[in-house]
């Protein structure tokens, strides 16, 4: 009986797991927008691999906004979980975000960020 509890709770415990805390953890990569798309058209495979459910921080120029996205540069996108609250955020202007790697969306050509902040 105390190996059936046990295995149960092992397996809540892995289904359930505490959700990441993207803001507070250290980006393991930089780059600009155009420099994380020309590595996803040189090889698409590879940068997947690299990147997936990585936090990474891109700096680029806002291109297109809504309460909870960002476009940088027309390549990369990013979902914030909250309304963005950023006084001044305007089309053409450079900044740098940090969020999780979700994927790459071969028919838009746009990398996918979720659970971004704004770094500046």
Known sequence: MAILILAVFIGY???YKNHRNIEG???QFALTAKQ?????NSN??????????ETIEISGLVSEF???EITLDGK???????????????LNSKINI????IGYDDLL????????????
């Not at 940090?98 to 790697?101: E, M, V």
């Open 98 to 101: 940090k969020g999780r790697f």
């Open 76 to 90: 990369v996108f990013c979902q914030f979980s909250d309304k963005i609250s950023q006084p001044g955020l305007q």
């Open 44 to 53: 698409a495979e590879v940068s997947q691999n690299k990147y997936l459910n």
């Open 25 to 27: 953890e250290n980006a």
């Open 36 to 40: 994380i798309h020309s590595e996803f």
């Open 109 to 120: 050509e746009q990398v996918k960020l979720d659970q971004c902040t704004i770094i500046n």
């Open 66 to 68: 809504s309460e909870n």
């Open 13 to 15: 415990n892995y289904l």
